[in-house]
Every structure is written in C-alpha cells, then in structure tokens.
C-alpha cells in the first residue's frame, strides 16, 4: 500500500513538472492563455440549445472544454461514492445472512438430537413427546450427521440431510435457488441438493455426479438435482433412496409462535429425557450475529469518513485550479455586472453536474468492489450475501452531492475575494 502510495503521488508531481519544465521560459512568465472554446454536440441541436440560459451554455461548453478537470473529477468523486457503495453493501450483504438462513431457509427453530443406537421404539416414543408439548408446532425427524464429498483430488465436509417425507420436508426447510428464490427444488429419487458455497468452491454444476460418504463410511456416487441458496456450512439434502442406512436420530422443532417462552419450556421438558442427547437452538446464534453486524457499523462510519476526505480533497484542490486558472474571466464577469450569487451559479454549476455524473459512475464500480471484498473475505464454510439494497445506493449519491455542496460553501469566500481591477492587469 505504502509503495503503490509512493509511486501514484510521485508519478502524478512528475508529470505535472515535466510538462512545465519542457516550455521555454519566456511563455512560463506570460500569464496562461485559457483554453479555446469548441463548439459541442449539444449546440447543433438548436431546438433544445436555444432554451438554455446563458450560465447553463457556459457550463455545458466548459464541461468539455477542460476535459482534463472533467476526467480527474469524475474519477475522484466516483471512488469516494463507490467507497461508500462498497461500505452499506458490506453491511446489507452480512446483515441478510442472518434472516435468510434462519427465516427464509431454516424455517425451523431448533434440532433435538437423540442417542445413538436407539431402536425404533424409542425414536418414536420421542417424537411423540415432542409432538404432545404445546410449546411445539410442529416437528419432523431426519437423519443428519458429518460426511465427505469427494470430486476429483477436492474434497469437502459437509452435513448430511435425509428425509423419509420430502413434502413435509418443505415446511422446515425451503430449498431455492439465490437468484431464483420463487423456483423450489424438490428432492429427487436418485438426486441430491447441494448448497451455494461449496458448488462454488468445488466447481459444481446442475448434473455432475459426485461421491458421498457419511459417518458409517459408506460410499454412493449421486446426481447433482439442484443448487440451493445457503449462507451458513455446507449442506446435502437427499431423500431415503440410496442405501445408506439413514435411519432418523434428530428432530427439527418449529416453536408455538403463541407462546412466548416456547424455546426455555421446551428445552426443559425435551432434557429430561434421557433419549435425547442434546438440543440446539438457533436464536443464540441470531443473537450473536445481530451484535457482529453492529460492530459493522463502525467500518461503515470509517469508509464515509474516509470517502468524505476523498471527496472534499478532489473537488477542492480541483475547483481551487479552476478558480486561479480562470482568474480574469471570474472577474471579466464581475466588472460587467454579475452578482456574487450569479458569479457562484457560474462556476459551482459545473462541479454539481460532474459530482452526479461521478457519483453515477460510483454506483457501478462500488457495486463490482463490493462483489470483490464479498468474495475475497468469505470463509471455506461461510458465504456472504451478494445484496446492495436500494436505500444504499441512494444514501451514498446523497452524501456524496453533501460533500459537493459543502466544498461549495467554503469556497465561496475566495470567489467574493477576487479583486475586479487588479485581476485584469496585463502582466508585463
């Protein structure tokens, strides 16, 4: 960072003094003749360039008449609204994770896992406790356990799902695509799905085979049926149509949303019994989530700060350039009756527009540098959302044009300050 610091700066002083240093030293001491005005696109459509006032002609023939200062402020201001774009997108993507893995897909709220070796007497005499408390809504046992996916030289662990009733599995968890989320994927005979992340990681598509093993190290080759949304751990779901003894031992619960302390009575009642070994609840996990996405808002202030700085440091070192280069048509205008406020309209009207024209831009690079940072960060077994919503993009074109309107009012006083008569003196 340091270097490439170093070598922009270094570069950028270098080409500025080496195209000074080349004139002959004569013209160096002659004031710097403006730049001629070409006529523009605009001005050959004369039934919209005759409605025009006067100041907006100006500023439409400047725009492309500096075309050095228009590049140079459209890039400033487009990284300081792409950082912001990158910074709520950070926060949108990390804070979706939360509420589409344990609202939209997990739409139950806790696992009861049960003892090993158990026959199917016991299995069903728990299932009925569960179903008999009030506090439950309802509940639907599956086989889950740790297994590995082999394809090629990669392999991948994941947790295995397998139901008996692959219609009630839908009423506990909702298989869909991310960019599709209306299309549902039904579990298949001879197929399986496989979550977002490790489709990715591994390179797999919609009907490409690979090797499953689960605890019982039993192998079976199976077809790739669906890609499914997911966020957190890798996931398969199957139904019981391979061989590979997947007889139940958990339990998804879903709470009475009547009852308010469903989750405290229900884990109470569910551990005295001695057939199920553990309970897992996913509102600690919510909570701990929802305190890490608030600690995001501090990165989020950092990158407005920092975006605020980039965009002051642009628009004022360039609309101070502006000003001096630009000295006595400022004051040109200025003997022949203009206004401080006319004045003003004259030169800011230029930096508003090339503020929304690089803020628009902004949009689209922030939307690819968030997409950058979201796949550059992630963990083998966790995948950020890939979601900027509306509210972001409309913030940060706001604050950008807010940094805009401040350097504005700064540097009102220097325009005030421009002395009519001196400014005209010829230099000899």
Not at 159 to 177: A, G, I, M, Q, W
Not at 386 to 395: A, E, N, T
Request: hydrophobic share 45%; proline share 2%; glycine share 6%.
């Amino acid at each position: 960072s340091t270097a490439a610091s170093v070598l922009v700066t270094t570069f950028a002083a270098f080409a500025a003094c080496y195209k000074e240093l080349i004139e002959t030293p004569a013209l160096l001491m002659r004031p710097k003749a403006p730049k001629l005005g070409k006529k523009i696109l605009i001005e050959r459509m004369t039934f919209l360039w005759k409605r025009f006032s006067f100041t907006s002609k100006v500023t439409a023939r400047n725009l492309f008449r500096y075309k050095k200062r228009f590049f140079m402020t459209v890039l400033g201001i487009s990284g300081c609204t792409a950082l912001l774009v990158a910074g709520f997108g950070i926060k949108d993507s990390i804070s979706r994770i939360v509420n589409s893995q344990f609202g939209e897909i997990f739409q139950y709220q806790g696992i009861a896992s049960m003892q090993k070796d158990l026959d199917e007497t016991a299995k069903r005499q728990v299932l009925d406790q569960i179903n008999s408390l009030e506090t439950i809504d309802d509940a639907l046992d599956v086989y889950q356990s740790n297994a590995v996916v082999y394809q090629g030289n990669d392999s991948t662990e994941v947790t295995l799902v397998v139901t008996s009733d692959p219609e009630r599995f839908r009423d506990f968890v909702s298989l869909h695509p991310r960019k599709q989320p209306q299309e549902e994927l039904r579990l298949k005979d001879g197929g399986v799905v496989i979550t977002e992340k490790m489709a990715n990681d591994m390179n797999l598509h919609v009907g490409d085979t690979i090797e499953l093993e689960n605890e019982k190290e039993l192998r079976r080759n199976v077809e790739i049926t669906g890609i499914a949304e997911n966020y957190l751990n890798h996931y398969v779901y199957m139904n019981e149509t391979y061989d590979l003894r997947a007889q139940s031992n958990a339990v998804f619960l879903k709470f009475n949303p009547q009852i308010d302390d469903a989750e405290q009575r229900s884990g109470q009642e569910l551990l005295k019994n001695e057939d199920i070994s553990s309970l897992s609840f996913y509102t600690g996990i919510k909570d701990n989530f929802n305190n890490m996405i608030r600690s995001l808002n501090y990165i989020v202030l950092v990158l407005i700060i920092s975006a605020g700085m980039l965009a002051f440091v642009v628009l004022y070192n360039l609309t101070n350039v502006n000003i001096s280069e630009r000295l006595r048509e400022i004051a040109t205008l200025k003997v022949l009756g203009f206004y401080n406020k006319e004045v003003n309209t004259y030169v800011y009207k230029e930096n508003v527009i090339l503020t929304l024209i690089g803020a628009l831009v902004g949009l689209g690079l922030g939307k690819i540098l968030h997409l950058t940072i979201m796949v550059v960060v992630e963990l083998d077994n966790i995948m950020f959302g890939r979601v900027i919503l509306p509210q972001s993009y409309g913030i940060s074109v706001i604050i950008t044009v807010m940094f805009a309107v401040i350097v504005n009012q700064v540097m009102k006083s220097k325009l005030r300050a421009i002395p009519m008569v001196e400014s005209l003196k010829s230099v000899e």
